[in-house]
């Protein structure tokens, strides 16, 4: 039952061989059972899960049931659930109970797919180990001394231990693809615009985006059926034609040109990780596939122009956490300054605190040109170096993380060490690319290694094909971590 | 030392719209406290702005009145501070690339529309969201806040610092105040706060190029206070120059019941605002057929509508001056539309006097031009005369406006034709007109003329009578007249409209006793 | 261009972090750290460049003017620290 596909539990729910009541109870067992350890969730309400699978189940009976319904997923908790605790893992929010539902929570709800629970998430998604969360670190099913990434990292351990079928992330540097590369699971950002940010708590607004992780990639199209869509309630909302996700999964791969950019495969990258990139190129070049050198010259830059430009909005977007209309108020204080000013103090996390200074710095008076100008910039340079890479290849390779997980603690008090966690993700999201990272294999201590796939805008379909065709000639996405074979 | 005074305004303007300018939330004023502030006003987390259209409409319609270019794009930017009546901690404005650039007004000092008149340029004027509210009233020493207000759109407008009086920045706010109201994107109502100035004062020595540091009076809410505001602004900053002190730029308000200006308590931060281009917003494009959407939906500008009323003849008014042909061959959307399909045929003529009164807003242009296309053309000047005098008298007393009249524009047009037809005389008018105003018979002229009775004497026989009479009653006088003291005439005028208790028509009664008067004088 | 503790604490306050001394410090340690790394963008030329605000090229939607929300401050501010008479209390703002 744990390791069934999100279509096997559908057509287990439809067939009525198990209620979407049992199916809930299982997960949350599981959840209670394992969540002590893992510390992936951050909101469990065992009332409200089988509220949702009881409309389920009523949904199936009448048959009004679709390719999701009744199934049991979870939620990372930046997503404004209604009448749910949703904390974006941070004391400020501690006690903000959402009075309103996110568009992708409105979209899981129309589905009848069932809140398994809130995960647990680096506090206000700035983070890549899930350390900075205030509800505690999350820890990595596949070795609980290590980190699980993030800031995803409850979703992305939740699926991994099984806790849940499939998950929610979001992805503003790799949010989504790093944890999912530690984790062992599949995961996906889509392009920029496709998932409406309504109601997703804004990090960095022109880098979040929403997206799923899953233990596979055939999973992450069904997922990504239920979250794309249009949105007039988000002015960056893209108006498309729907998409069937799961339309090209069986193509060949035949002929596919793999771009491989070569600063990817330079320094930095770790034996292990690379020992299975190899590989999976390897497996890549037996399906027929072609590999391309391709080059994006101002890779090196992604990182210090993500660290300018997510600060800096983050710097903003966090402003309206003052203390007056919702979210953690100090006890005392001299005046509104004072209030404002240990309220803000108190209800931030240090990395969260880091990020604000960093970004009120770089939009000050006198150093805006220099810092934030200067990365736009830049943003478009990378943009344009992927553009080039495109007309050369359909789909780039690499790897999602130099490394493998590492232990917890071990980068929490280095913040640049722990930024560079997103060296090889974050270039994708300034572009606005999808991107996606699928288990390729072990690494050292048998720690998961993720193979990063970047396609072009809108190319989702396509890349998810070329996952799931790796998928159908391996199962490094169906091992799952000794511990949780309880 | 002679002193020149420098004064910029930026006002404020709230547009008229249904909702607010990202939210769907009513902008009705007055509401209960927080009931029209939804998720999107009080900034709940994850919510996002979407731009409303009718707040575009209306401020390229401003754009378009001033002669100004409508920019696409322009960019929606943060502007980053921390306020309780601020929800988000940063508000949406416009930065660099506002909606509208450039823009000139022209201001009027004086009653003499020839003199006293100057061009006033425009900066600029960009849509941005309004605050909320702090209600300052003791909540244990706390401060209540309603953000109701929270979402507002308004337009702000900048000018150049073109005035050089106190008397110049008011003609320049009243002029923006009637054409926001004249082409309908305001209510302009500044008891509720819907028109805000902001006004940029400094002096220099006369003749100086460079200008004086400014000292920034904020949210002036009325006519009178921005004038008391710079008066007391430039006579402060005056004063510190004279003796040699130096003027520091600084944000002041204005204190009514003092009339003086004190410094706002600010900090060193206070104005690094940290903008930058809001990434929840995209460039907005203003795409050609929107702004001939607007264009169509513009009224007659209070400018050409003057122009049209001072006009002599048809030939006068279709031709241009040299600086509209100028503004036309920039801008031909801003004024062909109504200068070249208006169809004007005949013209009214009025005085510039006239024409300005009538053109003050465009209710009272509307109502004028609805009694005179019932009263006709060639009595313009008679309809202007009773909506400048009567109509704008018994308003101003009962401080009401045209458009809630008593007297609907062809309820006056009846009497006005009453006049015209020498039923009544001017006189009786005025009375009937009092009575109208009451709501007497419908406040019909006819009605009313028909059961009291007022119908004028024409009849010259009926007017002999009463002439006579008069004549053999009042032997003196006629004898005084006769000796050539003219005013007795009056008197006598007098006396003969008293016996027809004023209905004889009074070029008739003035005509027949000269003509016996004149009789006798032969004898 | 190197950060000294006046501009970290002038920020602090610019964004209304209360932060002590040894904060301060810690802070400035670290942030010094991250805008070495950041000074990495100086190295490239970018004056021809046209700065990218948006990952699509698409422009501003616009929405009908409309009113859509209907009251709900009473949800609303059941999650407010201190309410009263349907006003946020804030401490006492002096302009």
Redesign the interface.
């Known amino acids: 039952m744990l390791n069934l596909s999100l279509k096997q539990l559908s057509t287990l729910l439809e067939s009525k061989k198990i209620s979407s009541v049992e199916l809930t109870r299982e997960f949350l067992k599981r959840v209670e059972i394992l969540n002590q350890e893992y510390n992936a969730f951050i909101t469990v309400n065992e009332e409200m899960s089988l509220d949702q699978a009881y409309v389920a189940d009523t949904m199936i009976a009448s048959g009004e049931a679709c390719p999701l319904t009744g199934i049991p997923i979870a939620h990372k908790d930046i997503f404004c659930t209604k009448g749910w605790l949703t904390t974006c893992g941070s004391k400020m929010l501690s006690n903000f109970i959402s009075p309103y539902d996110a568009h992708v929570i409105e979209r899981f709800n129309m589905t009848g797919t069932v809140n398994i629970g809130k995960t647990n998430m680096d506090e206000f998604a700035m983070g890549s180990s899930n350390e900075t969360s205030f509800y505690g670190s999350v820890k990595n099913p596949w070795d609980i001394t290590t980190v699980p990434g993030g800031s995803s990292g409850g979703s992305a351990c939740a699926v991994a231990a099984r806790m849940a079928p499939a998950a929610t992330g979001t992805d503003t540097g790799g949010s989504i693809r790093q944890p999912a590369a530690l984790c062992g699971v599949s995961g996906i950002k889509p392009t920029y615009g496709l998932v409406s940010r309504y109601g997703m708590i804004a990090f960095a607004s022109s880098l979040d985006q929403g997206g799923a992780i899953a233990k596979s990639a055939a999973d992450l199209a069904l997922m990504l059926n239920v979250m794309v869509g249009f949105d007039a309630r988000d002015s960056t909302s893209l108006q498309r034609d729907k998409e069937d996700y799961t339309r090209d999964l069986e193509k060949p791969l035949e002929g596919l040109r793999i771009g491989l950019p070569k600063e990817y495969f330079a320094e930095g990258m770790s034996d292990d990780v690379s020992r299975g990139v190899d590989a999976a190129i390897t497996e890549y070049n037996k399906l027929g596939a072609k590999m391309v050198e391709v080059s994006l010259p101002n890779t090196k830059l992604s990182i210090p122009v993500y660290y300018v430009l997510a600060p800096a909005e983050a710097s903003s977007n966090l402003s309206r956490f003052d203390g007056v209309r919702y979210g953690h108020r100090a006890l005392k204080y001299a005046d509104l300054d004072d209030m404002y000013e240990k309220s803000r103090a108190q209800g931030f996390g240090a990395e969260v605190k880091r990020r604000i200074l960093i970004g009120t710095y770089v939009l000050s008076h006198g150093y805006y040109d220099a810092y934030y100008i200067k990365a736009q910039k830049l943003r478009r340079l990378i943009a344009q170096d992927f553009a080039e890479v495109f007309k050369q290849c359909e789909i780039v390779m690499g790897p999602t993380s130099s490394t493998v997980a590492f232990a917890l603690g071990e980068r929490s008090n280095d913040p640049l060490q722990m930024y560079l966690s997103d060296t090889y993700t974050a270039a994708a999201s300034l572009a606005g690319l999808p991107g996606m990272s699928i288990p390729a294999g072990f690494g050292n201590r048998s720690r998961p290694v993720g193979l990063h796939i970047i396609g072009n805008y809108f190319s989702e379909a396509h890349m998810l094909n070329v996952a799931h065709q790796y998928q159908q000639v391996t199962d490094w996405h169906t091992r799952m971590p000794e511990i949780t074979k309880v | 030392m002679e002193w020149e005074i420098v004064v910029g305004l930026e006002v404020h303007i709230q547009l008229l719209t249904q909702s607010k300018i990202f939210s769907g939330a009513s902008t009705a004023f007055g509401g209960t406290p927080n009931t029209q502030a939804c998720a999107v006003d009080i900034a709940l987390p994850g919510v996002l702005p979407v731009l409303n259209r009718g707040a575009v409409e209306r401020a390229i319609k401003f754009g378009l009145a001033v002669g100004a270019e409508i920019n696409s794009p322009s960019i929606f930017a943060r502007k980053n501070y921390f306020y309780p009546d601020l929800p988000k901690g940063y508000q949406i404005s416009q930065y660099e690339l506002p909606i509208v650039e450039g823009g000139r007004i022209k201001i009027q000092t004086g009653n003499d529309i020839n003199e006293n008149t100057k061009i006033v340029r425009l900066t600029r004027a960009h849509l941005e969201e309004d605050a909320g509210k702090s209600l300052h009233e003791d909540f244990h020493g706390m401060t209540g806040i309603d953000l109701n207000r929270a979402g507002t759109p308004l337009l702000e407008v900048v000018s150049e610092p073109d005035m050089r009086s106190s008397m110049e920045a008011v003609a320049f706010a009243k002029t923006i105040h009637s054409l926001v109201r004249w082409i309908g994107i305001s209510d302009g109502n500044m008891e509720e706060g819907s028109f805000r100035c902001d006004a940029n004062v400094s002096v220099r020595r006369l003749g100086d190029e460079k200008l004086g540091t400014r000292r920034e009076i904020k949210n002036l809410n009325s006519f009178r206070f921005l004038q008391q505001a710079i008066d007391y602004e430039v006579e402060y900053q005056k004063s510190i120059l004279e003796n040699g002190g130096e003027v520091k730029q600084a944000t002041v308000l204005f204190d009514s019941g003092k009339r003086e200006t004190h410094v706002m308590r600010s900090k060193e931060d206070a104005h690094d605002y940290r903008y930058f281009p809001d990434p929840d917003l995209l460039p907005l494009e203003i795409p050609q057929d929107l702004i001939d959407k607007v264009m169509k939906s513009m009224p007659e500008l209070p400018m050409w509508r003057y122009r049209r009323f001072i006009a002599q003849d048809v030939d006068e008014y279709r031709t241009f001056t040299e600086e509209e042909s100028r503004i036309h061959s920039k801008h031909p959307m801003q004024l062909s539309p109504h200068l070249m399909d208006y169809g004007v045929e005949e013209v009214y003529a009025l005085s510039k006097y006239d024409a300005t009164m009538l053109t003050t807003d465009i209710c009272t242009a509307d109502y004028f031009e609805e009694v005179v296309r019932i009263v006709g053309c060639k009595n313009a000047k008679l309809c202007a005369n009773w909506v400048i005098g009567e109509v704008a008298a018994r308003l101003n007393q009962n401080d009401e406006d045209i458009t809630t009249s008593p007297v609907s524009a062809e309820q006056l047009a009846e009497l006005l034709l009453r006049i015209c037809d020498e039923t009544i005389s001017g006189k009786t008018a005025k009375d009937i007109f009092g009575a109208m105003w009451h709501g007497e018979h419908g406040a019909s002229a006819d009605a009313i003329i028909k059961a009291k009775n007022l119908k004028q004497i024409s009849n010259s026989d009926e007017i002999r009578g009463f002439v006579d009479t008069v004549l053999i009653e009042n032997p003196k006088e006629v004898s005084d007249y006769c000796k050539g003291k003219e005013k007795a005439f009056n008197f006598l005028v007098g006396q003969i409209m008293k016996a027809s208790k004023g209905k004889a028509n009074p070029a008739q009664v003035n005509e027949i006793l000269k003509e016996k008067l004149d009789r006798k004088k032969c004898e | 261009?190197s950060?000294v503790l006046e501009?970290?604490k002038?920020?602090?306050?610019?964004?209304?972090?209360?932060?002590s001394d040894e904060e301060a410090r810690t802070?400035l340690d670290?942030?010094t750290?991250?805008f070495y790394?950041?000074?990495?963008?100086?190295e490239?030329d970018?004056s021809t460049?046209?700065?990218?605000?948006?990952?699509?090229d698409?422009?501003?939607?616009?929405?009908?003017?409309?009113?859509?929300?209907v009251?709900?401050?009473e949800?609303?501010?059941?999650?407010?620290?201190?309410v009263?008479?349907?006003?946020?209390?804030?401490?006492?703002?002096?302009?």
Not at chain 3, 10 to 19: C, E
Not at chain 3, 75 to 82: H, R
């Open positions: 261009m950060l501009d970290v002038l920020v602090a306050n610019l964004a209304r972090i209360k932060i802070t670290q942030l750290g991250i790394l950041i000074e990495q963008m100086q490239v970018t460049i046209v700065p990218m605000s948006h990952a699509q698409v422009v501003q939607r616009l929405r009908m003017d409309v009113v859509t929300e009251d709900q401050h949800l609303f501010q059941s999650l407010a620290p201190q009263e008479g349907g006003l946020y209390l804030v401490p006492k703002v002096i302009e």
